[in-house]
């Protein structure tokens, strides 16, 4: 940043604080200056106020003057010191408005310009031209493209004799439209597009006004107020002295000098070349340009307050004081940005761009996905806070179903209730709610009935959860379950052993069992299909969450249990099948049982009726001890006169009655254990063992593409994080030496 050459007497004092100002030009070598706002000069002022002629003195640039090609968008000229250089050397590029698509964005990105060592005026036209075609910017009247470009061109000039410098060049601000070029959006998008450059409050504004104008009434002085009311940023550049009427040369005299008194930026008055003098294109500017303060009674003027090389000095004192000024706070922008762009490219993930990286994610996904299942399924919920959401305690969901599965089978799963005399009190359950006038029906439960002595037609659901729209082909809608019917199971056994007995005596026969508990279990069905569609829920719901948790993307989780559907249905159709089977086996198969049960409750039964038909006999003894009931001898027998038929009916009542207990109890235990247990929970071909390494290792490439690979909108999200990461963090690193 320091210069080598010998200071010119001048051009005033040298740079302050070289080694901040070196610092500020590394961030922009870094392209630092692409992600935030640094210290920079910004040229404004309306068309035609001599803003690109004092540019060209200002750059040595020779800016073209064709009015097809003037300043139609932002130029970012940036002057950097290359010691290694032997030439100045030029190189251009656009930078994409932040409001272009992606593909517009790429297409200009790609655009570049390198290999001059001078822009002379036709080179630079001729690079312009090009500009313009790139940008898409009409070429002529009516042709239907737009006139200005939010893009930006940055010219990058680098030379062993260059000093730092960013200038932005904007284009003028106009008030008047031009038939077929400029429309009134036009006035309004180029006056919002300086705003935005001036509005940057680390921008020195060098607001451009000629000199033969009422300064006052100029646009861009009253815009430069509104952003800057103290002037601190605000550095006025006087053109066209030579054409200042005669005898108002003194006012613009008395103007500068009274400026650069207040304290602020002030103004610095430059002549230009005339158009005669550009055509002949051998005039020495700074020669003609101090010719020009020798005349009176411009000679009044101080040598500081004019001039271009007066321009250089103050713009390089302004950029030095800005720059220790700000330096901090670009600090703080630089860490912060970098935190920022570091915590985007975090959000998307790992990348998955091949299939070996989109495989390795998957797995990563699977391996999180099995750990919460295990959590799931072990209660240990402490563990993880997605755990707070009740759908993803599993155990509890399936445990909880499964008892009131048993509970509905038990109070309401039998069609009539049988008489009371059971004596088996192993499966006591409250009634649902309390009343006073309540039996107890045969099963040893409690049963609510009306005032009028029949039970209450109040019913449950089967079903206990909410349809899952994924799944309402395949699972069981629901159906309403009444209570079972209080009295008549003795009428209705004498009517089916009527219709079917045979010249048995003192038996019947056992097909006729298989007919009552057909009969019996009736509401079976939609009580199984009904658990099993809930506990299929229960598992599918937690699938759906699990992954989500698993894997954040939403996109990607959804194309996995897309993926996993099928054989997802699959296994809920072979729960539902098990449990249809087991129905099938209870209900329509041979009554069977090995279980010693059966024969326990029958005899309880017999008991039970027999001491019944005792206890109407028995008579209070008195002992020492305390009075016990006894009964004679001559009385232990029991006669209730009753009819082979009768007889016969009572006995097929305790049988079904033992046996339909044992067959509940089977049933449930069969149907949680088979069809919910093993095909749905914990089984090896469980829903949650198919999201396995071995799914993930038999997915074909174009599969892993579908699941985990990113679009190209994030591809060139993630390519444009990292290059921004590398940059702020060479631009950290440059202000930390």
């Known amino acids: 940043m320091v210069s080598t050459r010998e200071p010119d007497p001048r051009a005033g004092p040298m740079l302050a604080d070289p080694l901040l100002l070196e610092k500020i030009d590394k961030l922009f070598a870094c392209n630092i200056g692409e992600y935030i706002s640094l210290p920079q000069l910004v040229v404004v002022g309306d068309q035609s ?24 968008f932002a130029t970012q000229i940036i002057f950097r010191r290359d010691t290694n250089l032997k030439e100045r050397e030029i190189s251009a590029s656009i930078i994409p408005s932040p409001d272009l698509d992606a593909g517009d964005a790429e297409r200009l990105r790609a655009w570049k310009a390198s290999g001059a060592e001078t822009l002379g005026g036709d080179g630079f036209v001729s690079m312009m031209k090009e500009v313009h075609e790139v940008m898409g910017l009409s070429s002529f009247d009516n042709d239907g493209k737009p006139t200005f470009s939010n893009n930006v061109l940055c010219l990058e000039i680098c030379g062993p004799d260059e000093e730092h410098l960013s200038v932005i ?53 009253e815009l430069a107020r509104e952003v800057d009311p103290p002037g601190e940023r605000t550095l006025r550049i006087l053109t066209k002295p030579d054409l200042v ?53 411009w000679n009044r003027l101080r040598a500081e307050n004019f001039g271009i090389r007066a321009l250089k000095n103050r713009l390089q004192d302004v950029l030095a004081s800005t720059v220790r000024r700000e330096f901090p706070s670009v600090r703080k922008e630089v860490n912060k940005k970098l935190k920022a762009s570091k915590d985007t490219l975090r959000s998307l993930g790992d990348e998955r761009e091949t299939a070996e990286q989109q495989q390795r994610l998957l797995l990563g996904v699977v391996a999180t996905f099995q750990d919460i299942t295990q959590q799931a399924l072990t209660t240990n919920y402490g563990i993880r806070e997605i755990f707070d959401d009740p759908e993803l305690r599993l155990a509890t969901l399936v445990a909880n179903r499964n008892s009131d599965f048993a509970h509905d089978l038990t109070t309401r799963g039998h069609e009539y209730a049988f008489k009371p005399g059971s004596g088996d009190k192993s499966t006591d359950h409250k009634g649902e709610g309390e009343r006073d006038d309540k ?3 045969g099963d040893g439960l409690e049963q609510k009935f009306g005032d009028d002595g029949t039970p209450e037609a109040q019913s449950i659901l089967s079903r206990k959860v909410t349809e ?5 082909e395949i699972l069981h809608e629901g159906a309403p379950i009444e209570c079972s019917i209080r009295a008549g199971i003795t009428e209705w056994i004498s009517k089916l052993y009527g219709d079917a007995r045979g010249f048995e005596i003192g ?32 598992v599918h719901r937690f699938i759906q969450k699990a992954l989500l948790a698993a894997c954040p993307d939403s996109e990607m989780s959804s194309s996995i249990l897309s993926l996993l559907m099928d054989e997802l249905m699959d296994n809920y159709r072979q729960a539902i099948s098990v449990a249809d089977f087991l129905l099938g086996i209870e209900r329509a198969g041979t009554p069977m049982t090995l279980n010693h049960y059966l024969n326990d409750n029958l005899q309880k039964c017999r008991e039970k009726r027999f001491q019944d038909a005792l206890a109407k006999k028995a008579f209070t003894v008195e002992f020492p001890q305390g009075d016990e009931k006894a009964v004679r001898l001559g009385d232990v027998h029991h006669q209730d006169h009753m009819s082979n038929f009768d007889h016969t009916v009572q006995d097929i009542h305790d049988i079904l009655e033992s046996y ?16 919910t247990d093993h095909y749905l929970v914990t089984g090896p071909k469980s ?46 690193k440059a202000l930390m030496i």
């Open 439 to 441: 039996e107890e029906n």
């Open 507 to 538: 038996t019947f026969n056992h097909v006729l069992l298989s007919t009552l508990m057909k009969k019996q279990s009736a509401k079976w069905p939609n009580l199984a299909q009904g658990y099993v569609s809930d506990v299929i829920s229960y």
């Open 49 to 72: 106020s001599g803003k690109s002629s004092a540019l060209e003195g200002l750059t040595k640039l020779s800016f073209p003057r064709d009015s097809g090609l003037c300043t139609r």
């Open 245 to 297: 009427d005669k005898g108002a040369e003194d006012k613009v005299i008395d103007l500068i000098e009274d400026q650069n008194a207040s304290g602020q930026l002030g103004s610095v008055l430059v002549r230009n070349l005339g158009q005669q003098q550009l055509e002949d294109g051998n005039v020495n500017r700074d020669a003609e340009e101090e010719f020009f303060r020798q005349t009176a009674p």
């Open 468 to 472: 899952n729209g994924d799944l309402h």
């Open 687 to 732: 829903p949650m063992k198919l999201l396995s390494p071995a799914w993930v290792n038999s997915l074909s490439t174009d599969q892993l593409e579908e699941i985990a690979g990113e679009d190209a909108v994030t591809r060139r999200r993630r390519q444009q994080l990292r290059k921004e990461i590398r940059h702020l963090e060479s631009g950290r």
């Open 660 to 675: 339909y207990k044992v067959a509940r109890k089977r049933f449930v235990d069969n149907v949680c254990m088979q069809a």
């Open 169 to 221: 060049d904007v284009p003028g601000i106009f008030k008047n439209t031009t038939p077929g070029r400029t429309t009134k959006n036009d006035i309004a998008m180029v006056r919002n597009m300086v705003l935005r450059y001036m509005q940057n409050r680390w921008s020195i504004m060098l607001t451009v006004v000629p000199a033969n104008v009422d300064i006052a009434t100029q646009e861009i002085i």
